[in-house]
T-cell receptor
Framework: DAKTTQPPSMDCAEGRAANLPCNHSTISGNEYVYWYRQIHSQGPQYIIHGLKNNETNEMASLIITEDRKSSTLILPHATLRDTAVYYC????????????FGQGTTLQVKP | EPEVTQTPSHQVTQMGQEVILRCVPISNHLYFYWYRQILGQKVEFLVSFYNNEISEKSEIFDDQFSVERPDGSNFTLKIRSTKLEDSAMYFCASNPQPLVEQYFGPGTRLTVT
């Protein structure tokens, strides 16, 4: 699975968009980009995933660059409850389904 | 909304004792996983399980660990002889197929003294 690089921490003002970057320059054609988050010590929570097209769901948008070497997770209107560690995971979809977590980005949403 | 449940929420045990951590995955899911997170560190994959057998395991998952799906609902992780370094939060997860999201349980905090 390709390696990912994320900033260790970011701040965002409540109500503003949070844009979380992820670099995955060694991604291969059959690898998907997944985003999960972990609020405090709870179990990780799935946010969104994509292969090459931009994706949007009720939680967030995922923007993947045309060369697929980087992506951005966008939380359109961050709330205090979005304070969490956000993980960008790149992986081949295999029959095992394992997720390999990095250190992630700690997003602090401030009032 | 269906959810993955885990019991107990906190388990304290003495070094050398056996522990069994229990998970009830979402009922129509077929793929099951265990992860652990040592305090302050990242979430680490332990094992994936499908069709009543291990499909992949990490280096952490040595002979001291085993998994079982004893009936149609439970999925257990057994640590045969616990060590101090096994102290961690253990998360169970499940999904209906590998491509889609994994649903994680709330975790069991294991403290080995």
């Amino acid at each position: 699975d390709a390696k990912t690089t994320q900033p260790p921490s970011m701040d965002c003002a409540e109500g503003r968009a949070a844009n979380l970057p992820c670099n995955h320059s060694t991604i291969s054609g059959n690898e998907y980009v997944y985003w999960y988050r972990q609020i405090h010590s709870q179990g990780p929570q799935y946010i969104i995933h994509g292969l090459k097209n931009n994706e949007t769901n009720e939680m967030a948008s995922l923007i993947i660059t045309e060369d697929r070497k980087s992506s951005t997770l966008i939380l359109p209107h961050a709330t205090l409850r979005d304070t969490a560690v956000y993980y960008c995971i790149v992986r081949v979809v295999s029959h095992t389904g394992k997720l390999i977590f990095g250190q992630g980005t700690t997003l602090q949403v401030k009032p | 909304e269906p959810e993955v449940t885990q019991t107990p929420s906190h388990q304290v045990t003495q070094m050398g004792q056996e522990v069994i951590l229990r998970c009830v995955p979402i009922s129509n899911h077929l793929y099951f996983y265990w992860y652990r997170q040592i305090l302050g560190q990242k979430v680490e994959f332990l094992v994936s399980f499908y069709n009543n057998e291990i499909s992949e395991k990490s280096e952490i998952f040595d002979d001291q660990f085993s998994v079982e799906r004893p009936d149609g609902s439970n999925f257990t992780l057994k640590i045969r002889s616990t060590k101090l370094e096994d102290s961690a939060m253990y998360f169970c997860a499940s999904n209906p197929q590998p491509l889609v999201e994994q649903y994680f349980g709330p975790g069991t905090r294991l403290t080995v003294t």
